[in-house]
C-alpha cells in the first residue's frame, strides 16, 4: 500500500489566519481525498482531489473555506483559511488502495495535522 | 444518504475480557473496512470484508460481514492493552467509489 507523508503534524494558529497543509505520497494516485476528524470522533469528507481539475467538494465544506490544489499525481495540499475557533480540528489525507484483489480494498491514510485555532 | 451506526461508542475493558463492537446500516455495502487508530496517527486498515456472511480472522480479531451486507461486527477475544484505540467501521457504497465512515468506538483496555 501507499506511504503518505503528512506536514504538518500538529500547529497552533491565529484565528483570521490561514493554514496550509501538504500531503506526498510515494507513489502515483488518480484521487486524494481530505477529511477532517474531530478529537475521538469519527471521519468527515471534505472534498476529492483529482490532479489537473478542480476538486468535489462535500455538503458543508466550500471551495474559499478550504482550497485544495493538486499539481501532480503525488502532491496534493490543503488551506484552511480564514480560521476560527471551530476550526480546530485533525485533518488527514488519504488515498485509495486498489489491489487486484477486492478483498484488499482499502484506504491509506496520512498521521493528521492537528489543528488549535486561538 | 448512506449512514453506518457504531456501537458502542466507547467501551472500557479488563485485560482477558472479550468484547464486540457492531457496525450497522440501513443500505447494502459493496464492502466494509475495519480500521484502527491510535493517538496521533491516521486510521490504519485492518481488514475489509466483501462477501455477505464472510468471516475473516486476524489474530484474535474476527470479523464478519452480514448476509445482507448490511452491518458487520468486530470480536476481540481475550483484549490486550495493545488494542486500545479508536475502532472505524468504512462501508464502500453500491455502485460508487464513495466511502461513508462510522462514528467510531474507542476501547480502553486495562491492565
Known amino acids: 500500500s501507499a506511504v503518505i507523508s503528512q506536514k504538518p503534524s500538529r500547529d497552533i494558529c491565529q484565528r483570521g489566519t490561514s493554514l496550509t497543509i501538504q500531503c506526498q505520497v510515494d507513489?502515483?494516485?488518480?484521487?486524494m481525498f481530505w477529511y477532517r476528524q474531530q478529537p475521538g470522533q469519527s471521519l468527515t469528507l471534505i472534498a476529492t482531489?483529482?490532479?489537473?481539475?478542480?476538486?468535489?467538494?462535500e455538503s458543508g465544506f466550500v471551495i474559499d473555506k478550504f482550497p485544495i490544489s493538486r499539481p501532480n499525481l503525488t502532491f496534493s495540499t490543503l488551506t484552511v483559511s480564514n480560521m476560527s475557533p471551530e476550526d480546530s480540528s485533525i485533518y488527514l489525507c488519504?488515498?485509495?488502495?486498489?489491489?487486484?484483489?477486492?478483498?484488499?480494498?482499502?484506504?491509506?491514510f496520512g498521521s493528521g495535522t492537528r489543528l488549535t485555532v486561538v | 444518504t448512506q449512514l453506518l451506526e457504531q456501537s458502542p461508542q466507547f467501551l472500557s475493558i479488563q485485560e482477558g475480557e472479550n468484547l464486540t463492537v457492531y457496525c450497522n446500516s440501513s443500505s447494502v455495502f459493496s464492502s466494509l473496512q475495519w480500521y484502527r487508530q491510535e493517538p496521533g496517527e491516521g486510521p490504519v486498515l485492518l481488514v475489509t470484508?466483501?462477501?455477505?456472511?464472510e468471516v475473516k480472522k486476524l489474530k484474535r480479531l474476527t470479523f464478519q460481514f452480514g448476509d445482507a451486507r448490511k452491518d458487520s461486527s468486530l470480536h476481540i477475544t481475550a483484549a490486550q492493552p495493545g488494542d486500545t484505540g479508536l475502532y472505524l467501521c468504512?462501508?464502500?457504497?453500491?455502485?460508487?467509489?464513495?466511502?461513508?465512515f462510522g462514528a467510531g468506538t474507542r476501547l480502553f483496555v486495562k491492565a
Open positions: 470484508v466483501v462477501t455477505g456472511g
Open positions: 507513489s502515483q494516485v488518480t484521487m
Open positions: 482531489a483529482n490532479q489537473g481539475s478542480e476538486a468535489t467538494y
Open positions: 468504512a462501508g464502500a457504497q453500491a455502485g460508487g467509489f464513495k466511502t461513508i
Open positions: 488519504s488515498v485509495e488502495d486498489l489491489p487486484s484483489i477486492r478483498a484488499n480494498y482499502g484506504y491509506t
